[in-house]
């Protein structure tokens, strides 16, 4: 049976509050999360009850689905979810991404079981978007919901996950595009202006548990796969140990694409890791026939490479020059580096920094898709000031590609600005 090329929200008002009557204690418990969000800033979004919002998150982790739907049951209203294709594909991920609960884990291979978390995510208000295609479903359905009175929309503008916690990635316009649609319709039927909000979400994690057996963990592993031994008559600190095993993932990979590592171990880690992106996604493009537009996000092509492979598998095996499973690695290696740099963890060695790295590092080294948590955390939601769509509705029939690009720049900003609060609490906490 072949899967639809689109699945709708069939969203089910009593089955939501069923849920979320239950989701701090489900979130606690699967997936080791509680909520934090400022009284005030939650009471903004209250007063919003009866109208349109497009909460826009940034998404550091395959958890932040969990701390939104938590999010709405604060504030006890159903939200919308606009999620990536693959999330009805294969729904279950939702069990791996727990907290090691090995029944789940296994309940998560049945077919039963995949049928019936779709269905509820769909009931919860879900449905699906082609990640870098023009999904036309998706657009009309993202359109009529925006249309509906007292509508709150979730859409992750970065497209994907950044796994790092202080990093946002730049932001996608598609949804700001169809948020001023939506109210175009309006004055094309000569109606009045619908208010039209939109609201930045940052979403940053804080471990509660003692999080340095966590990274020596880590770091062991990782060490023991690369056979790295630290001399016994030096003790290098945890950051020192990360770079070594960074240095050898990073030529590992340089190794797989036929790329020398550089004669000076000194050469600048961030001219490494573009030139190794850019000239692996050129050459899986040029294997494929497909170009990208000057100035596309990785993240896109990425995307529109993986659905070539998912639909023209049989087709488009003959013609590669790597193998079919070196190109899907490729993929998967280009999402899971995309936002990474060098000096992340150096400038701010925090350890949710540090465990951000080295989830990274051990999602490429043991082949671990969906991580589960390493240990309880708080999600911390800061919510931006509410900003109306309708107040900017003149200037966008004036000038429509700039208007969307200030409104997306502006919510950017607000995200990111609302993460770095966040960080001069942590070193207020740090000095108690």
């Keep these: ?189 000569q109606e009045a202006i619908p208010n039209l909000y939109v609201v930045p979400v940052s979403i940053k994690y804080h471990y509660t548990d003692e999080t340095q057996p966590i990274i020596e963990r880590s770091l062991q592993g990782l060490e023991a796969h690369f056979g790295i031994t630290p001399e016994l008559d030096i003790q290098p600190d945890d950051y020192a140990r990360l770079r070594a095993i960074a240095e050898r993932v990073l030529s590992t990979i340089e190794a797989d694409y036929g790329l020398t590592p550089p004669n000076s171990l000194r050469q600048d880690w961030n001219d490494r890791i573009q030139v190794l992106k850019h000239r692996v996604i050129e050459a899986c493009e040029q294997q494929l026939s497909i170009t990208s537009a000057p100035g596309d996000f990785i993240r896109e092509r990425v995307y529109k490479i993986q659905h070539r492979l998912r639909t023209q598998a049989d087709a488009i095996d003959q013609q590669l020059d790597w193998s079919y499973s070196l190109v899907e690695k490729t993929m998967i290696r280009l999402l899971n580096f995309d936002a990474i740099y060098d000096g992340y963890v150096g400038a701010h060695p925090t350890p949710e920094r540090f465990l951000d790295t080295l989830i990274r590092l051990e999602r490429e080294v043991f082949n671990i898709d969906q991580p589960p948590p390493k240990g309880h955390r708080i999600a911390q939601v800061s919510l931006g000031e509410p900003y109306n769509l309708k107040d900017r509705f003149d200037e966008y029939q004036q000038e429509r590609s700039a208007t969307v690009d200030n409104v997306i720049t502006k919510a950017h900003a607000a995200v990111q600005q609302n993460l770095g609060n966040t960080e001069v609490l942590d070193n207020l906490d740090s000095s108690d």
Aim: glycine residues 6%; hydrophobic residues 45%; proline residues 7%.
């Design 1 to 189: 049976m072949t899967s639809p090329d689109f699945y709708p929200p069939t969203l089910r008002p009593w089955l939501v509050r069923l849920i979320q009557w239950n989701a701090e204690w489900i979130a606690r418990w699967l997936y080791w999360i509680d909520l934090e969000v400022a009284p005030e800033q939650l009471q903004h979004l209250i007063n919003l009850k009866g109208d349109r919002v497009l909460l826009l998150p940034n998404h550091p982790t395959f958890h932040d689905p969990v701390v939104m739907f938590m999010l709405s049951a604060k504030v006890k209203q159903s939200f919308y979810y606009m999620a990536a294709y693959e999330t009805f594909d294969n729904p279950s991920t939702m069990f791996l991404i727990s907290a090691g609960f090995k029944p789940l884990h296994r309940l998560a291979q049945s077919d039963y079981v995949t049928k019936g978390l779709r269905w509820l995510l769909q009931q919860l208000g879900m449905y699906s978007i082609r990640r870098g295609l023009a999904d036309r479903p998706s657009i009309a359905q993202t359109l009529a919901l925006l249309a509906e009175p007292g509508c709150h929309l979730v859409i992750f503008p970065e497209g994907g996950c950044s796994f790092q916690n202080d990093t946002v990635m730049p932001f996608r316009s598609g949804g700001i595009h169809m948020a001023f649609q939506a109210l175009n319709k309006y004055a094309k039927n």
